[in-house]
């Protein structure tokens, strides 16, 4: 007789991590993709600029002046250099493997959207009371304005949602290198556009592979990202799980799946990639970074005035309260 295997949730957290480095790496990271993003439209307006001087030959504008903001992030520190070093040098084609069989093996606890934001909360709180801004701070605010901007109720859920797959870090991550930072397509060439650039990858096993340090490695062009792995984090983690037990179009999946891909969505890189899918995807991403980015400027939303509303909006996309995380 063939025994089925029952899995038993896991509804405590095996183990207590450092929330506040977590937190702090996190700070770090954000700080670092909102340096490069004003560092391109520094760019961008300079070009601009230098084309209108250039039309009107008198202007004497000096396009070099800014530059020297350009790639500032270059000066982060050692933690943030050390974090993506040892990112880029294991996140693999068989970690990722492996990270996407123990996904599907389990499943690490049952509770619902709300529970999963407080119980993200806690553990950070727990960790450093004086936290400037908590994920749950963060995630409303983000959704509070999407909302403020009108935008559509499956987008307002998606800021909601979109950091939640930070649990991971609870459920038996390796460490904060498989939870946050960019993601980068794995199995292909890595692409010196990802932060740091190719060298960082130096020690990375795949980058002397035969196949996957070759520009296409196992992909073809026009492949499609549905069909590429990316590297393993809270951003591949949520969209796995949000996939299959919500109603959310993909859109929604893609602004969660890709919020961190900033070499795709900021740097221009890995287009070869894309089919039609994804430049419509591309759009969906874009207009949801600026939300994510710079929506901590924000005031504090007030959690309890708000509840009524995001559980109400929870409900309408997630058919079943309680999800399998
Ligand atoms: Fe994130
Ligand atoms: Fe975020």
Redesign the pocket.
């Known amino acids: 007789m063939v025994g089925i295997l029952v899995q038993e949730p896991v509804t405590d957290f095996p183990e207590k991590r450092d929330g506040l480095a977590l937190e702090a790496m ?1 700070d770090e990271i ?1 700080e670092i993709n909102i340096k490069k993003d004003q560092a391109l439209k520094q760019q961008k307006a300079a070009a601009q600029a230098q084309f209108e001087a250039d039309m009107n030959a008198a202007s004497e504008f000096d396009a070099t002046k800014d530059k020297t903001q350009f790639r500032q992030y270059e000066d982060a520190s050692d933690t943030v250099k050390n974090f993506y070093l040892e990112q880029h040098t294991k996140q693999t084609v068989a970690y990722n493997l492996k990270a996407r069989n123990d996904f599907h093996a389990k499943t690490r606890a049952e509770m619902t959207i709300w529970e999963a934001m407080e119980r993200l909360n806690t553990l950070i709180d727990e960790s450093d009371p004086d936290t400037s801004l908590s994920q749950i701070e ?2 409303l605010q ?1 959704a509070e304005a999407i909302r403020r901007d009108n935008k559509p109720r499956w987008m307002q859920l998606t800021g909601l949602i ?2 939640l797959g930070k649990l991971l870090f609870f459920f038996g991550a390796e460490g904060q290198w498989d939870v946050v930072g960019d993601t980068f397509p794995v199995g292909c060439a890595f692409d010196d556009k990802i932060i740091y650039g190719q060298k960082s990858f130096a020690a990375n096993p795949d980058s002397t592979n035969e196949i996957y340090s070759t520009k296409h490695g196992i992909y073809t062009p026009g492949c499609g990202l549905d069909n590429v792995m990316l590297s393993w984090g809270h951003d591949e983690y949520l969209y796995h799980v949000v996939k299959d037990q919500s109603t959310l179009p993909d859109e929604a999946l893609a602004m969660i799946r890709y ?1 961190s891909f900033y070499p795709w969505h900021q740097m221009g890189a890995y287009d070869w990639m894309m089919d039609d899918k994804d430049r419509e995807m591309f759009k969906a991403v874009k207009a949801f970074n600026p939300y ?2 710079y929506s901590k400027n924000d005031e504090k939303p007030k959690l309890e005035d708000l509840k009524e509303y995001y559980l109400e909006l929870i409900d309408e996309y997630f058919p079943n309260k309680v999800i399998k995380w």
Do not use: G, Q, T, W
């Open positions: 996190v954000e963060h995630l983000s979109h950091d919020h994510d980015l």
